[in-house]
């Protein structure tokens, strides 16, 4: 067993987000004696979030637990460093070799308060600013909203349509928060996809971010991937 306080936590944003969206978690976690990192993605496809991830793994020394929250899920799967000692997903897709994240997000049916997405002309997608109170955190504060819409980053159509290569779940423990109210990523879907992780997996009711609206809970399922380790 390696001790909780030599584990570092890398941690990865979703479309529409930066890594201020797990601000609340990276308070708690350094609160506890953690090292945690948040990874920036930059959204424009998944091989160059892949490399982003490598560039923040390069950062850091000893063992790693590595976390992903919605998008981020399929780019944590390219986590293949012998020092990641296990995935955390928090209501995250989880796309198999050959997917593609679009697949497994519209597999089954969207909610009814879902957005409308779109890409612009050069092929970004953006978040209306309704999606956000009635999809992407509808738990939310006003502020947490606020923020939220002010700081969000597109995601690019590339990211989406890139199949995915060989998963590190299919050789690594993960763990899998399900999130039981989300509105964006259907629970069916997530169901499944833990399922076929054969992931330790935590159904709870919240939205599609708690990181936002639940950080006590994120964290919890957080630090038994690190005790694991």
């Not at 969206?21 to 930059?42: D, F, M, N, Y």
């Not at 089954?108 to 109170?133: K, N, R, S, V, Y």
């Amino acid at each position: 067993m390696t001790s909780v306080d030599k584990v570092t936590i890398i941690v990865a944003h979703g479309a529409w987000a930066d890594g201020s969206s797990w601000s609340e978690v990276i308070g708690r976690l350094t609160k506890k004696g953690l090292r945690a990192v948040a990874a920036p993605l930059p959204l424009s496809s998944l091989s160059d979030d892949a490399a982003a991830l490598r560039r923040t793994f390069a950062r850091t020394k000893g063992p790693v637990i590595v976390a992903g929250h919605a998008y981020a899920g399929a780019v944590i799967a390219t986590a293949n460093d012998e020092r990641v000692r296990g995935l955390v997903y928090i209501a995250a897709l989880a796309p198999a070799q050959g997917e593609t994240v679009a697949e497994v997000f519209y597999r089954d049916e969207t909610h009814p308060m879902a957005p409308q997405l779109t890409a612009d002309q050069e092929g970004w997608i953006w978040m209306p600013d309704e999606g956000f109170a009635n999809a992407f955190a509808h738990r939310a504060t006003a502020d947490q909203i606020a923020l939220a819409k002010a700081v969000q980053r597109p995601i690019s159509v590339k990211c989406i349509q890139e199949a995915a290569a060989e998963p590190a779940w299919t050789r690594k423990p993960s763990w899998f928060l399900i999130a039981e109210e989300d509105r964006m990523i259907n629970p069916q879907t997530q169901h499944f996809m833990a399922k076929r992780m054969r992931a330790q997996t935590q159904a709870l009711a919240v939205d599609h971010t708690p990181l936002l609206t639940a950080p006590e809970t994120v964290v919890e399922v957080i630090l038994k991937a690190a005790q694991a380790a």
